[in-house]
């Protein structure tokens, strides 16, 4: 019987990872221009982390965590996001006292979700984040959207939108609350039991309920904007202000509350407007949220901000925009061997190549001449050599560039002393 892959889940192959490697370089490339450090938190955690940080009434948590008890009847849960766990760290490792606020990290891995699966929603998925703890400058959450925005713009995304709100502070967002709690209250037997539910107790919920989207109450429902306080509404301002500076284009759209319960403050969230690309259009989301340091046992420190992508989403929007992924991963030498001794030397030959830093492949199915070189092609080899008795007498091999042709007579110590501008000249003629 064949064992399948589980449902939400896919394999990433060789000419997909290489495609991987290139956006996680340009990310690890764009965090160390902006200045934020990696940081590796465990792929599981105490499920009461979650319940916590993300909030109990949140489909995440409801809904979508992978738990399970451990051999030690620990409640444990394979991560959903990352913020909660950067935020135990922060705060189990007190990060808190360095002497260089904020602290600004970035992390890479996979996330668990039991979400129903399509395009663009996986159950494992590789999400990108970025958190930075301990400041309440608006102009480090420009600092992050900004960050966002430029992976994008670099992996070569045009038609992306940048959306954003003000969830406010906590006096704003009470004000917002008991407004909702009106506005859904006499209606509210209408509504799923989850909603019915998160009434009293996270009324702001109800807005992401995927059950009772179309409702016309949730159309009509009080927006945050109108309840910010002074203050907020300032800061929102002046995040505004910052994105001015820096030349990022947004939209103010009152309607996004994100679905995570930590949130104030700054939301956004980063969408394809790519055609092509499927229902699930939000790339990237993220927000401020003061006070969950304080929440996950911290002590009282100015707040923090982040966002996170997944690689999934980024990779289907390039494709949507048809955009090509430069990958570095190619075959400089393709060692073509002719019999016994000349094996031998193409097994050193290739070796020495390699050790000077010069990709390399030869045959391992004792193919003939012509079986070989068909495989230098496949592989998309830069060079060719064959090594029959001739070159093992004379130690003068031909090299031949493949998109030519064109051959030249060298030994094999020359190959390897000049391959650099041997390689750089056989392109140029080309060019
Ligand atoms: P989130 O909106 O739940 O926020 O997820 C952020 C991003 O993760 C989404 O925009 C999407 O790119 C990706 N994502 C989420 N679920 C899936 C899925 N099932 N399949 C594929 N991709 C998915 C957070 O996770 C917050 N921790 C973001 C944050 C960081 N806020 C502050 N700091």
């Not at 989207?213 to 800061?235: G, Q, V």
């Not at 259009?281 to 046992?297: C, F, K, P, Q």
């Not at 420190?301 to 690689?311: E, L, N, R």
């Amino acid at each position: 019987m064949i064992i399948n892959i589980p449902r939400g889940t896919k394999d990433i192959l060789p000419g997909e990872t290489e495609k991987w490697h290139a956006i996680e370089e340009l990310i690890r490339d764009t965090c160390r221009l902006f200045q934020y450090k990696e940081i590796r938190t465990p792929i599981f955690e105490h499920t009461e982390l979650f319940t916590r940080g993300v909030g109990d009434t949140t489909d995440i948590v409801q809904k979508e965590m992978y738990t399970f008890t451990d051999r030690g009847d620990r409640s444990l849960t394979l991560r959903p996001e990352g913020t909660a766990s950067v935020v135990r760290s922060y705060v189990e490792n007190k990060l808190f006292g360095l002497p260089n606020q904020p602290v600004k990290l970035y992390y890479m891995g996979p996330m668990f979700r039991y979400e129903r699966q399509q395009a663009g929603r996986f159950r494992q998925f590789f999400q990108f984040g970025v958190e930075a703890i301990g400041s309440n400058d608006p102009s480090i959450d420009a600092e992050i959207i900004a960050l966002a925005m430029n992976v994008y713009k670099k992996a070569g995304l045009k038609k992306i939108k940048l959306v954003i709100n003000s969830l406010g502070d906590t006096e704003s967002r009470i004000a917002h609350r008991n407004a909702l709690i009106d506005h859904f209250s006499p209606a509210i037997s209408q509504f799923c039991s989850d909603c019915q539910n998160r009434l009293l107790k996270n009324p702001l919920r109800i807005l992401d309920c995927k059950v009772d989207r179309e409702n016309e109450l949730m159309a009509k429902a009080p927006k945050l904007p109108d309840f910010l306080n002074a203050e907020s509404a300032a800061y929102f301002k002046k995040v505004k202000h910052y994105l001015d500076i820096l030349n990022i284009k947004y939209e103010v759209d009152p309607n996004l509350v994100r679905g995570l319960d930590y949130y104030n403050h700054t939301a956004f969230e980063i969408m394809s407007e790519g055609k092509g690309f499927g229902a699930i259009s939000t790339l990237a989301g993220g927000g401020r949220y003061n006070g969950l340091v304080e929440d996950l046992g911290g002590p009282e420190v100015p707040g923090g901000i982040g966002f996170a992508m997944s690689i999934e989403r980024l990779l289907l929007a390039l494709e949507a925009e048809g955009e090509i992924i430069e990958t570095t991963d190619s075959l400089d030498v393709y060692v073509v061997a002719m019999g016994e001794a000349a094996k031998d030397k193409a097994v050193s030959f290739v070796s020495l190549l390699r050790q000077n830093n010069i990709t390399a492949e030869m045959d391992f199915l004792d193919r003939k001449v012509k079986a070989q070189m068909k495989s230098a092609d496949r592989l998309n080899a830069k060079f060719s050599v064959v090594i029959g008795d001739n070159e093992l007498e004379s130690g003068i091999v031909s090299l031949k560039y493949l998109a030519n042709g064109k051959q030249q007579d060298l030994t094999f110590e020359k190959i390897i002393e000049d391959f650099t501008e041997i390689a750089s000249r056989a392109m140029e003629e080309l060019a």
